[in-house]
């Protein structure tokens, strides 16, 4: 008896999940399948398709004033007013970050894959290339983030960034709103009211613009997301390889000997 194939069945394999399902073509016939899987064992031996994902090195927060709860009389707004944008880096370490991740893109070249939609088809040859040069590139990063930022320049970077947004509220506040400003900003302030916001589940709206401290709470909110040590920074940085399967679906009538063959299949997906 053959049943039905669910294409929500979680145990299918098509990890290709961003092509619209109705251009799925179907396997009907044994012959099919015996033919789609050769053409898998075949792609698997030239080598593989690879995503590569880096995440988490960007760092920052926008500030609309004009969207958060403040009386309209609390500000002085100007008519061409937009929202500030601040990046926890300078322009100029960010390029250098970038540079980093960059350097491991760079490790894929004509001689070991191809670059395709999704990432890249790595040759079998170079996979033990590609694992000791992403390892490698890993620890480089971390090097680098240790030597650029350690001795409390990061904490220092934390709190630049978190004072501009709090200098801007301070810039374009009436003397109607009766807020106070701290003359000294600290990162045991920040993280304590980080704590109390955490356990009382806080949102914006619960942020009260009558009280004294509001520009300090708003800039706390606005930066909750954005580690405020080292440490917490490197951890969310997320540089993963992983390599994808192809259902067997999309091998039915072709033939997979070349790695011409898989560039072309790659193509048409």
């Known amino acids: 008896m053959v049943t039905q194939r669910d294409p929500n069945d979680p145990r299918q394999l098509s990890l290709f999940g961003e092509l619209p399902r109705s251009s799925n073509p179907s396997i009907a016939t044994f012959p099919e399948f015996d033919q789609a899987l050769n053409n898998l064992i075949k792609l698997s031996d030239l080598g593989a398709f690879i995503e590569l994902n880096i995440r988490g090195f ?22 061409n007013y937009s929202p500030i944008t601040v990046q926890l ?54 090097e680098y983030l240790n030597k650029e930022f350690s001795g409390g320049a990061y904490g220092r970077y934390f709190l630049m960034h978190f004072s501009q947004g709090y200098e801007f509220i301070e810039s374009v506040a009436d003397i109607t709103a009766p807020w106070e ?11 304590e009211c980080r704590k109390k916001m ?42 993963h390889s992983r390599f ?5 679906e999309y091998l039915i009538d072709r033939d997979i000997n070349t790695i011409e063959d898989i560039r072309k299949l790659a193509d048409s997906l």
């Open 58 to 79: 960007e760092k920052g927060y926008t500030l609309n004033l004009s969207e958060a709860i403040i009386p309209k009389d609390f500000l002085k707004l100007p008519d």
């Open 89 to 142: 880096f300078s322009h100029d370490l960010r390029n250098e970050i970038k540079k980093l991740t960059y350097e491991i893109k760079a490790f894929f070249i004509q001689r070991n894959s191809f670059k395709t939609s999704f990432g890249y088809f790595l040759f079998r040859s170079d996979f033990s290339n590609w694992k000791q040069y992403l390892t490698a590139k890993k620890e480089h990063i971390n």
């Open 181 to 191: 400003y701290r003359k000294k900003l600290l990162l045991k302030d920040i993280q």
């Open 198 to 239: 955490l356990n009382n589940n806080m949102t914006l709206a619960n942020l009260k613009p009558t009280e004294l401290d509001f520009p300090f709470s708003l800039m706390v909110f606005k930066t909750m997301h954005i580690p405020m040590v080292l440490h917490q920074y490197q951890s969310q940085i997320q540089i």
């Open 244 to 248: 994808k399967t192809i259902h067997l």
